[in-house]
């Protein structure tokens, strides 16, 4: 239920530094200054529903954010719910968008000849929240003569 505009707007997550996420939302455009937000998030179906604990807050005092550490996502699924407290009732989430910021690769290591003038570059895939598959990773190498 919107509660007439109360819903949230436009919440992401974004997962950084392998177990820190910050979500982020705007207040409803029709919210009053009295309208409270809290949020709760569920890693997998297996796991617990925890509530946030560091709350980002607006000049009103309104909850707009949460950060959390030690984030760690199992699977492909999160379940996250945002109650409101105007009135007593449910504020819905319609959708949002968890993205993750990835750390640069590890162990990265570079090999050249000067005979052949080539160079061959190893590395290891970064860390992530998650199990990810070697095969969903992309890189990009700039080069720089100096």
């Not at 392998?18 to 029709?30: A, D, E, I, L």
């Not at 945002?82 to 910021?101: A, C, L, M, T, W």
């Not at 929240?129 to 080069?143: A, L, N, Q």
């Amino acid at each position: 239920a919107d509660m007439n505009g109360t819903a949230i707007e436009n919440f992401v997550c974004v997962i950084f530094n392998v177990s820190f996420m910050n979500c982020t939302w705007h207040v409803g455009r029709t919210a009053t200054e009295d309208t409270q937000y809290f949020l709760y998030w569920r890693p997998s179906k297996k796991e617990d529903i925890t509530e946030c604990q560091n709350y980002i807050k607006d000049d009103y005092g309104r909850h707009t954010g949460c950060r959390f550490q030690n984030v760690a996502v199992k699977n492909k699924y999160a379940y996250f719910l945002v109650n409101g407290s105007r009135s007593g009732q449910n504020i819905h989430i319609s959708d949002y968008i968890i993205v993750e910021k990835l750390t640069p690769p590890l162990n990265v290591s570079v090999n050249c000849t000067e005979a052949s003038r080539r160079c061959s570059i190893w590395w290891q895939q970064p860390r992530t929240s998650h199990k990810k598959k070697s095969s969903c990773f992309k890189y990009e190498i700039v080069i720089e003569n100096k």
